[in-house]
């Protein structure tokens, strides 16, 4: 089983600190900051920065918390809410195809150059891929998506099962779910390329997955991996995550501040937890 990058060797050969590399990233995914909001910011700490540095540390990291949230991820539930929306990448318009649970939890996006059936196609066979089989689709009145759903049918790859709704009211919640991501990124001043704002984008939608707490209790997956060596499971009740390796690095007075503060949040502990236990743990 393929196993993670240990912390060390992820961060090797970087001028700036770990936890200083973790707190621009996700604080350039979490909150309404441009890259060069945080160049100030870290500049008031005494960290000088230059933007283009950020930049290439949002498209390298991302991924990397993408695969090490997975193992933390849980079902969004088998009631989906399907719609798209448009953002601009390189000065043209461009569809952000994104589906939530009933509950409310993130299932997936799909970034794509067109809106037709097969878009919808794509943006479904990825989000299976990643989730359960649903058991309900709503949609709105676009019928490139009803034909995308009844052609997966047709062709096996959705259950004949699977009810697909088309009403007004049952879409609210993904089109006010919509807004978070859309404000976050018209604070970016514009996406470049197609690649980076689709990397962009996933690290925007981790980041509201950790908000929504879309995860199991940490203890879950730490005794799943202890079954594998000793062969029983025993669920604790307790959820705290593991203390962070990072506590002890050597950082500046103000930043120690800082990060001590911001450790308590849903998104510091998150992180916490992904690198916590990187060294150890396989892909699961």
Not at 97 to 107: A, D, E, I, M, N
Not at 110 to 130: H, I
Not at 161 to 167: A, N, P
């Amino acid at each position: 089983m393929a196993r993670f990058v240990p912390v060390e060797e992820l961060f090797k050969g970087r001028h700036f600190d770990q936890e200083i590399v973790v707190l621009c990233v996700r604080w350039y995914l979490s909150f309404k900051l441009s890259y060069r909001d945080l160049v100030v910011m870290m500049g008031e700490w005494g960290i000088d920065l230059a933007h283009t540095t950020i930049l290439r540390w949002v498209q390298h990291y991302t991924p990397e918390f993408e695969q090490r949230w997975k193992r933390f991820a849980r079902s969004a539930g088998g009631s989906w809410r399907m719609d798209e929306t448009y953002i601009k990448v390189r000065g043209a318009w461009v569809y952000l195809y994104r589906s939530v649970g009933k509950q409310g939890l993130t299932v997936d996006f799909y970034l794509s150059g067109n809106r037709d059936v097969e878009a919808a196609k794509q943006f479904l066979r990825k989000a299976m891929k990643n989730q359960r089989v649903p058991t309900k689709i709503a949609l709105d009145a676009y019928a490139a998506s009803h034909r995308a759903v009844t052609e997966l049918k047709d062709g096996g790859e959705l259950p004949k099962r699977v009810q697909v709704r088309s009403s007004k009211y049952l879409n609210n919640m993904i089109e006010q779910d919509h807004r978070r991501v859309k404000q976050r990124i018209r604070a970016m001043v514009g996406l470049k390329s197609f690649a980076a704002a689709a990397v962009t984008i996933s690290g925007i939608e981790l980041a509201e997955k950790i908000r929504k707490r879309s995860s199991r209790p940490v203890s879950w997956v730490v005794e799943r991996q202890r079954r594998r060596k000793f062969g029983k499971l025993h669920l604790t009740r307790s959820s705290d995550p593991p203390r962070n390796q990072t506590d002890n690095l050597s950082l500046s007075p103000p930043l120690q501040n800082c990060t001590r503060a911001l450790r308590s949040t849903p998104q510091a502990s998150a992180i916490a937890v992904m690198f916590g236990r990187s060294s150890s743990s396989g892909s699961g």
